[in-house]
């Protein structure tokens, strides 16, 4: 099949920013994501799990209550669009096999609860809540908390009821997770338990959900690139202390005996993209969470002129424990514990 061309392609990044999304005219139809659909079916034909998801571009993963069906985010459906997300977010959500399967398990555990009505069980009410509460604007995360299963990040089972159901739904549909022995001295094990059961039961049944429609399809947005990418960085920004002082003092030098020395923001300035992607993988946050910090923390090592001395990789570890240390008491510290938005 003959790859379809786009005249946006050729765009710089600044005029592709000025495209409404319904332009880009992107399907799922001959890209990647077909591949990973067929594998979320052929495990779910593993079950004996009859409903299959359909699935539509839009602005966002999500999956509606009216349909059996998976909207994914515009910029997975081409390269040039994943290169855009990766200038403007610094990492590009499900654009790997593995974490585009991820979110596509967890979406499915919503297809599932809607299709099988699986949220009007007492059991299932018992165990995740009820599924009409109310969905956030913000949520809480407890890190330490073995209620839930992790399989998105920043504990987003903890978010609601219907995502709880739904990211236990995806370990447990995951091949080989070894969720038995993953959460064996977990609460949430009882969880896991409950979806075996319930998917042995519902295993050859027709679903009760089958009507199929697309939901915010991309050809009805008419917002542009550049708002869409000006609303989605506002929502991973957070307000962090601005007081780096001492702590940059006490790894890097202001003495000026070490004048020769390499500056402490070229340091960082250097090393930023790997302690960046280190970071947000130690603690779930998004990358540009931290660049935020990262500015802050250079224009201060500038204004204190001061110098990287020492052995370059116990520097570069101490300030990786530092960035970290930093952001997460900004974000989960006793007086702060963050809120999370979805």
Known sequence: MARRKYSWTSLTDDELLEVRLKDLRVTVKG???????????????????????????????????????????????HSRLMQLEKKMILEVEGGTWSECMRILRHECGHVVTHAYQLYRRRRWQQLFGPSSKRYPR???????????????????????????????????????????????????????????????????????????????????????????????????????????????????????????????????????????????????????????VLDDMIQRCRELNLRAVGPERKLLMEFTVLLTAKTMHALFGPSRRRWIAL
């Open 31 to 77: 890209t990647w994501l077909e591949k990973c659909l067929r594998a979320l079916n052929g495990e779910l034909a593993e079950h004996d799990i009859r409903v299959r998801p359909h699935a539509w571009i839009s602005s966002e993963w999500f999956s509606p209550e009216s349909t059996p069906g998976i909207a994914i985010p515009f910029y997975l459906a």
């Open 138 to 292: 913000y949520y809480r995360a407890n890190p330490a908390s073995r209620n839930h299963v992790q399989n998105l990040r920043l504990w987003y089972a903890q978010s609601h009821p219907d995502e709880d159901f739904a990211e236990t739904f995806a370990v447990w549909l995951r091949p080989r997770s070894h969720w038995r022995t993953r959460y064996a001295d977990w609460p949430a094990l009882k969880k896991l338990e409950y979806v075996d059961e319930l998917m042995e039961e519902i295993a050859g049944k027709r679903p009760a959900l089958t009507h199929r429609e697309k939901v915010d399809p991309l050809s009805t947005l008419t917002q542009t690139l550049g708002e869409y990418y000006k609303k989605k960085r506002a929502l991973y920004l957070v307000d962090t202390p601005k007081t780096y002082d001492r702590d940059l003092r006490r790894l890097f030098s202001d003495d000026p005996k070490h004048y020769r020395s390499e500056a402490a923001s070229s340091f960082i300035r250097r090393n930023r993209a790997s302690v960046r992607e280190l970071v947000a993988k130690w603690t779930g946050e998004y990358q540009l969470t931290f660049d935020a």
